[in-house]
């Protein structure tokens, strides 16, 4: 049994230096994909802080040039040509090619004024009676449910 024990100690003894030489390879990729990973974020970072820089010089430029220009401010001045914004219902190819410079239409034509004809002077309405201060009750057949006015909203 001896013999036998010998021989599986010693495999036991050769799959664990395997075992061993398998995590240390694995502990090794590991740390070396850490290492890269470590590596890209330094180097983005060191990009992110240069872009930071770049516009913080832009936006001192852009502060110093609005400092000397006085009409900086003045958004009237620094409006957008907006005759190019206008809907466009046709083909893209329409679109694309270029066509004569437009022409603003012409004014419109004035017609003379025409005259209207005479307007016959309308009947004065009858006089509310005197005795009443309110207005008489309508007869029932002069009623209309759309007509809201024809409603006496007091009775």
Do not use: I, Y
């Not at 005197?130 to 029932?140: G, L, M, S, V, W």
């Amino acid at each position: 049994m001896t013999s036998g024990g010998s021989r599986l100690a010693e495999r036991f003894g050769q799959l664990r230096a395997e075992a061993r030489a398998a995590a240390a390879a694995v502990h090794d990729r590991a740390q070396k994909a850490s290492e890269e990973a470590a590596q890209r974020l330094r180097e983005r970072d060191k990009v992110t802080e240069q872009r930071l820089q770049e516009l913080a010089e832009r936006r001192e430029q852009a502060k110093a040039k609005k400092e000397q220009d006085p009409n900086a401010n003045n958004q009237w001045l620094q409006r957008r040509d907006t005759q190019d914004e206008t809907f466009r219902f046709g083909t893209a190819e329409e679109a694309e090619q270029p066509g004569p410079a437009r022409t603003p239409p012409p004014p419109p034509a004035f017609a003379p004024p025409r005259e209207d004809p005479p307007v016959a002077p309308q009947p004065e309405p009858p006089a509310p009676a005197a005795r009443a201060k309110h207005r008489a009750p309508r007869p029932a057949d002069d009623f209309d449910d759309d007509d809201f006015s024809n409603n006496s909203w007091l009775q």
